[in-house]
């Protein structure tokens, strides 16, 4: 049996081909499906089957196209009522691939259909366990996503179920089991999630704050319903894409790949409420960016970024992207159900230059800098981190102000006086500035290579609090 992990950055999402004997299958794969059709071709497989562990919120998944494409069988696990077909499994069901076998085992928990599955290879040992986002290495799925879709079930409900599932179904395997999950560090699907993206059933025993086997049923359900941030506002959408459908990948890309000269660029942006987005790096957009436009690097955690800033999954969009990336950036939106892009600006931002058109810029200052002004002791510092970041260490006159709670809090900003906004290393503070100057605030800096860079310079506890 070869296993295989396809682990995108991006979502920090995890899809699985599975193959023996000529047979494969595809677990939890992303929208657009080449890569597996690729890996299924290079191995020369057939595949047989694409499994689901869940209804996703996070990105619209490949099933459908993959199913289209290839006449694969679609399953999911006990309780799922998707619009289309597809093969219900019952809680331990085995599926023949080649000469292994995939046992589905329900866990309901992180939502009700939840399904892990067992691979059990060729000469009849279990050898590793696709969880999705039932167990993750360092925790375990959040519950509370039941309240996106109005369900009458409560986060403690589904808690309660997830606490059986994970001590009934998974915790009783044998320890040498190697967990695949859906998703690793910095998913919005749960709050402590490690790097790693496998590990042994045996270590996760150990270490895995939820496998605790002390815990009781209330103290699990508190302890993993304290701390989850707000779930981002394009999850319901992806869900039910999920459920319902969606529009095939490649006509999609026919429909979006569309080039426009700047004339025809401004035009439609001059004649709908249409966003443009700016996907190139932090460094090109403090440079020069057509006003108004929200940035979200392609180099970072765009897809978190994108569906945590841009308000709706109908929103229409124009792209300003590098040149070479207008279908990469294209393809990152359709990942997480962002289908309405009207076009890019062909040419990219030199072209739009060159037409003579306005632009505005982000001033930047390095971490040098920002120092001799802390020693002044006159300068404002918004911190665009999470609170947790914030927590751990700051500069003096910092205010907290995390990147997806900065439109709302406007008021808080300096009305006048200057002030430097900071990250971590320079990706979310571009983006905070993006924000700002489409708010009309622009007497601020930017602190190139952010508190990474700060704390680079080996300053004194004296410049950097450290907060225990």
Not at 4 to 21: G, I, K, P, R
Not at 225 to 250: C, E, H, Q, R, W
Not at 279 to 308: C, D, M, V, Y
Not at 380 to 388: E, G, K, L, M
Request: hydrophobic letters at 40%; charged letters at 25%; glycine letters at 8%.
């Amino acid at each position: 049996m070869k296993i295989e992990q396809l682990y995108t950055n991006c979502l920090a999402h995890a899809a699985y081909f599975v193959e023996s004997d000529g047979k494969s299958a595809i677990f939890d794969p992303l929208r657009d499906t080449d890569m597996y059709l690729e890996l299924a071709k290079k191995n020369n497989t057939q595949i047989k089957y694409v499994f689901e562990t869940h209804f996703h919120a996070d990105f619209v998944s490949g099933h459908l196209d993959l199913a289209k494409h290839t006449g694969a069988s679609i399953v999911y696990g006990p309780g799922a009522a998707p619009k289309f077909d597809a093969i219900i499994a019952t809680d331990g069901q085995c599926f023949q691939l080649g000469k292994a076998m995939i046992k589905a085992i329900h866990t309901p928990g992180h939502t009700m259909e939840s399904t892990v599955y067992l691979l059990i290879d060729e000469e009849g040992k279990e050898t590793g366990l696709i969880t999705g986002d039932t167990l993750f290495i360092g925790d375990v799925g959040r519950p509370d996503l039941v309240q996106l879709l109005n369900s009458e079930r409560t986060p403690e409900k589904l808690a309660s179920l997830l606490y059986h599932s994970l001590r009934d179904k998974i915790m009783p395997l044998q320890d040498d089991i190697i967990i695949y999950p859906n998703h690793g560090a910095g998913s919005a699907c749960g709050k402590n999630m490690s790097k790693e993206t496998i590990d042994t059933l045996g270590h996760q025993k150990k270490v895995n704050y939820a496998l605790n086997p002390s815990l009781t049923e209330a103290e699990f359900t508190r302890l993993i319903l304290t701390g989850l941030s707000k779930a981002p506002a394009y999850f319901p959408d992806n869900v039910l894409m999920n459920i319902n459908g969606y529009i095939d990948y490649n006509d999609l890309m026919v429909r979006n790949n569309h080039p426009l000269s700047v004339q025809e660029f401004e035009a439609i942006r001059n004649e709908k409420q249409i966003l443009i987005v700016d996907t190139r790096s932090s460094e090109e957009f403090a440079k020069g960016f057509i006003p108004n436009s929200l940035h979200i690097g392609l180099n970072g955690n765009f897809a978190q970024w994108a569906g945590e800033l841009i308000k709706h999954v109908d929103q229409e969009v124009l792209l300003v992207t590098e040149i070479g990336k207008e279908k990469e950036s294209i393809t990152r939106l359709a990942r997480i159900g962002f289908d309405h892009v009207l076009g890019y600006v062909e040419g990219g931002f030199a072209a739009w230059q060159e037409d003579h058109k306005p632009s505005s810029s982000v001033d930047r200052i390095s971490a040098e800098q920002l120092m001799e002004k802390i020693q002044l002791g006159t300068e404002t510092i918004i911190d665009v981190r999470s609170y947790a970041e914030f927590e751990s260490y700051h500069v003096p006159n910092s205010l907290s102000i995390p990147l997806q709670r900065i439109e709302a809090k406007l008021d808080k900003i300096p009305s006048s006086n200057p002030f430097q906004i900071v990250c971590a290393g320079g990706y979310r503070s571009m983006i905070a500035a993006s924000i700002l100057k489409r708010n009309n605030i622009h007497h601020f800096v930017d602190v190139v290579g952010g508190m990474d860079a700060v704390k680079k310079l080996e300053l004194s506890t004296e410049k950097i609090i450290e907060v225990q």
